[in-house]
């Protein structure tokens, strides 16, 4: 009976092939936009919280007064014994590094000129290992885990103090005891994160170095980083439960612009969803509309014959299916076309605000937003169809047999 209904439907919507190609079309058009506006966000998604994650590790650790409250030493919150920490921490299953940080601000110069820095003391040899093409070096080399007082500038900062890779500068710093120090060392490379207003400040040594210059053997904490992104949540609660005297954020913690432009693209594109999704709606309901005018006569004849009421708005829904279900099946091949053809021929999209570097444009093909895409667009065309058929199939048989 089902099969035999949706033959009916089938053939009911080849009856005027130019109306239904219309709509079909309209229903591809609609369906394509929403799964490459979904996928360029998912995409967008998956870059920002990779960019996080690897520059912050997927976990955090430190005092919880490091994360609570503001420091008035350089270090006053800092973490003792790291060696056993990092041990304990390697000791889990899904650690694949851990990584030391020491984080201060200071003074830096060339002789003739002094400007603010943020500094960052690292462990070389897996920090950048760790970052891959997050990290862009334009001149010199990346630092060595076994050379000592050397330095990584970012680009605004390395321009303004006319630096290139060999120049000597001094580091200038308070000590964890409120004095002042000075260092000198010699730059190693250049490098843009892709953020000209951090590159103007961001300075990069090592380990070393940076608790000589503020005369100390703490770091300020250690980035975790795991196998997956997927075991983010799980080891957190693990290594909390394991050291209950540490705090443990995680990236999203810490994600501030990631969690940003997730909230404004969310807005951006549900609303546009919305749109396409009512334009579907409209389009479908007067295609509908159209063809139950013309068939009046038609329904009251299959009424007088004993046909139910609600046999025709199930027969009137099934027509909205076919037409929804094949317009969402040729947009979602559409989406899929554009989305492989923009990985066999790439396209470079302009830096974002506040960027220097632009980035690949990428489509996320996801089985799930394309499912739950197809499944909206067939329901809506149902829902459509039944809504604009049921005044038509309930009015009197005498009515509809007498309609011109």
């Known amino acids: 009976m089902n099969a035999r209904w949706l033959k009916f439907a089938w053939l009911n919507t080849l009856r005027n092939r130019r109306r239904s190609t219309v709509t079909a079309g309209i229903a591809a058009l609609g369906t394509a936009a929403i799964l490459l506006a979904g996928g360029f966000a998912l995409f967008t998604y998956q870059g920002l919280a990779q960019i996080s994650a690897r520059t912050t590790g997927h976990l955090i650790v430190a005092r919880p007064a490091q994360f609570e409250r503001d420091e008035d030493t350089p270090l006053q919150f800092g973490l ?9 921490l390697l000791a889990d299953p899904d650690v694949r590094h851990v990584l030391p940080r020491v984080e201060f601000t200071g003074l830096i110069s060339n002789g003739d000129k002094s400007t603010v820095m943020m500094a960052a003391g690292i462990d070389p040899d897996a920090e950048f290992a760790v970052k891959g093409p997050f990290l862009k070096v334009s001149a010199g080399d990346v630092l060595q885990g076994k050379e000592h007082g050397k330095v990584m500038l970012g ?3 390395a321009r303004s103090l ?4 060999g120049s000597g500068l001094t580091l200038l710093a308070s000590t964890t005891e ?4 000075a260092l000198d060392v010699t730059v190693q490379g250049v490098f843009s994160t892709g953020v000209p207003d951090l590159d103007k400040r961001l300075v990069y040594t090592d380990v070393a170095t940076a608790q000589k210059l503020i005369v100390t053997t703490r770091v300020s904490s250690l980035g975790v980083f795991l196998r997956s992104m997927e075991a983010t949540d799980p080891a957190r609660l693990r290594i909390a439960a394991a050291m209950p005297e540490l705090a443990v954020q995680t990236w999203l913690d810490q994600a501030t612009f990631y969690r940003s432009v997730k909230a404004l693209y969310n807005r951006i594109f549900g609303a546009l969803g919305l749109i396409i999704g009512v334009i579907v709606v409209f389009v479908v309901t007067n295609a ?4 139950i005018i013309e068939r009046t006569r038609e329904i009251g004849t299959l009424r007088a014959m004993g046909t139910l009421p609600g046999q025709l708005t199930r027969s009137f829904a099934l027509e909205g299916m076919v037409l929804g279900g094949a317009g969402a099946l040729l947009g979602a091949a559409l989406a899929l076309a554009v989305s492989v053809a923009l990985l066999v021929f790439p396209v ?3 830096p974002p605000p506040g960027r220097s570097n632009g980035y690949p444009l990428q ?6 937003l394309y499912a739950a895409t197809l ?6 065309s149902m829902l459509a169809s039944a809504w604009v058929a049921r005044r038509t199939v309930n009015r009197p048989v005498v009515d509809a047999l007498a309609h011109v």
């Open 162 to 165: 006319k630096a290139t890779p």
């Open 348 to 350: 470079e999209m302009p």
């Open 80 to 88: 003792d014994d790291v060696a056993t920490v990092r041990a304990r």
């Open 178 to 181: 409120g004095a002042l120090n």
């Open 363 to 368: 489509v996320v093909m996801d089985p799930a």
């Open 155 to 157: 680009e605004g900062l």
């Open 375 to 380: 499944a909206a667009m067939v329901a809506l």
């Open 288 to 291: 509908m509309a159209m063809a």
